[in-house]
Each structure stands twice: as structure tokens, then as C-alpha cells.
């Protein structure tokens, strides 16, 4: 994705002043630098949005986290709302409710075509200094 893009999680800025600087933490050195859950959520939410599944797996908590992430290149995730949060950087577990919207990339035949919305209420925890996505409740 370019950094003068505007990013997916819907915070109104740029990718390179958003959820770039989370992935090129993690992308360069392994780190990962989300500061709340909240943030972790935005940029896990752009990561399904541009096919990083490197660094979903990284902050999916270790107890939860799948054997093997396979994404479905036949969505396109276009569009966040957070709906409620908790948890700031200096907590330890936090939740963050929200709204995920996709719809069929172009090229899906008409018949195939999906448009929908997931509503789920996340779990975060901070294990060294880090938050990962632990799992949710979906609506």
C-alpha cells in the first residue's frame, strides 16, 4: 500500500502516518509498537486489508493464534468503525468493540458477489510490553 494512501482503519490519516509505522516496526526489527488496543486493532484491521498475514500472526496471542492464517483474497476489507475501547498503554488487558465492513474484490462473478459487515467485541492483552489479540465475541 503507499504511504500517501489513505488508511484503511479509518482514522482519516495517511497509511504512512498510520498503521505503516506499526508494520514497519514489526516488518524490520519484530517489534511491535501498538500503543492500546485500539491502535493494535486498527492495525491489525489494515493488515487484513493489505494481506499481512506476517504480522496478524504476530499479534495474535500465542494460547489463540491458528496453526495457519489463510486469508480470503476474494474480500476486500474498506472500512472500520470502533465502536467502544478500553485498555490505554498503561493497562494490561483491554476490549475493543467494533465494525469490520467487506465486499467482493471486482472481478468476483455476479452470483459470488458478498457485501457485509462483522460486529464483534475483541480481547486484548499486554504480555512484555506488547498487545495482542487474544479472541472475541461476534454479533
Not at 31 to 59: C, I, K, N
Not at 72 to 91: C, K
Not at 116 to 134: A, I, L, P
Amino acid at each position: 500500500m503507499n504511504t500517501d494512501t489513505r488508511c484503511p482503519c479509518g482514522t482519516g490519516e495517511t497509511y504512512g502516518n498510520c498503521c505503516a509505522r506499526f508494520h514497519t516496526a514489526f516488518a524490520e526489527s519484530g517489534t511491535l509498537t501498538a500503543p492500546t488496543p485500539e491502535a493494535l486493532m486498527r492495525s491489525r484491521f489494515t493488515a487484513f486489508a493489505v494481506g499481512d498475514t506476517d504480522y496478524l500472526s504476530a499479534t495474535w496471542h500465542a494460547s489463540t493464534r491458528p496453526a495457519d492464517l489463510e486469508l480470503d483474497n476474494s474480500l476486500r476489507w474498506y472500512r472500520l468503525d470502533i465502536e467502544d475501547a478500553t485498555g490505554g498503554v498503561f493497562d494490561s488487558a483491554g476490549t475493543v468493540r467494533f465494525a469490520a465492513f467487506y465486499r467482493s474484490v471486482p472481478g468476483v462473478p455476479a452470483e459470488e458477489k458478498v457485501k457485509g459487515v462483522q460486529r464483534e467485541n475483541s480481547r486484548f492483552v499486554k504480555e512484555n510490553g506488547s498487545w495482542f489479540y487474544v479472541d472475541g465475541d461476534i454479533d
